[in-house]
């Protein structure tokens, strides 16, 4: 079983009018090649931690493609956004034939005219893995979840505890569900009331 990951994390304010850029994304943790995501992020309190745990239990095989995580700011500018959102859909198209994709989100990304970020990420990668393809992603505690992203993912898991220490289990978790839906044909029904 092939599995595709990334991460595009943003929590937005859009009270500050200083927009968040590209080297905003890589502040936390760098630059980071597929590779280093999985040694450095193996064991993390992250959700990409919890997926990495996942491969392992599960025995399937994690394809990273990105990890953009900036610190909470402004909305980041569309040319930022397009240009992380073209790495990760580079990275899917490059991994080949995947069985499932494992999304890091936060679920308050704004964007410069365009206020559902995570919607617009999810439709995108939705467009490009077809409708068949299960799409699990993780949300921040403080998420606004959209009807897009409802639509466009199979299943969504935001945490349930602040502070958040909750991280890697709840990417655990999706890995667990991903599998699932998977191996069992495990389809969880999602509404947005």
Known sequence: MRIVTGAIVHETSTFTPVPTTKACFYAR???????????????????????????????????????????????ATRDVFDAILEELLEGIRNAGD?????????????????????????????????????????????????????EMADVLIGRESYPEVDMAPRGRECADVLVRIIREGLRPPMALH
């Open 98 to 150: 995947i069985d499932g994709v494992l999304l890091e989100l936060h679920g308050s990304m704004v964007i410069e005219n365009l206020d559902d970020g995570e919607g617009y990420i999810l439709s995108a990668v939705r467009d490009l893995v077809g409708p068949k393809t299960p799409v699990v992603a993780q949300l921040d505690i403080h998420s606004n979840v959209s009807h897009q992203m409802v």
């Open 29 to 75: 943790l760098g630059v980071l090649s597929p590779d280093e995501i999985i040694t450095k992020l193996r064991g993390v309190n992250t959700p990409t931690g919890g997926f990495i745990e996942g491969a392992d239990v599960h025995g399937f095989e994690l394809i990273p493609t990105i990890m953009a995580d900036a610190y909470p700011s402004g909305p």
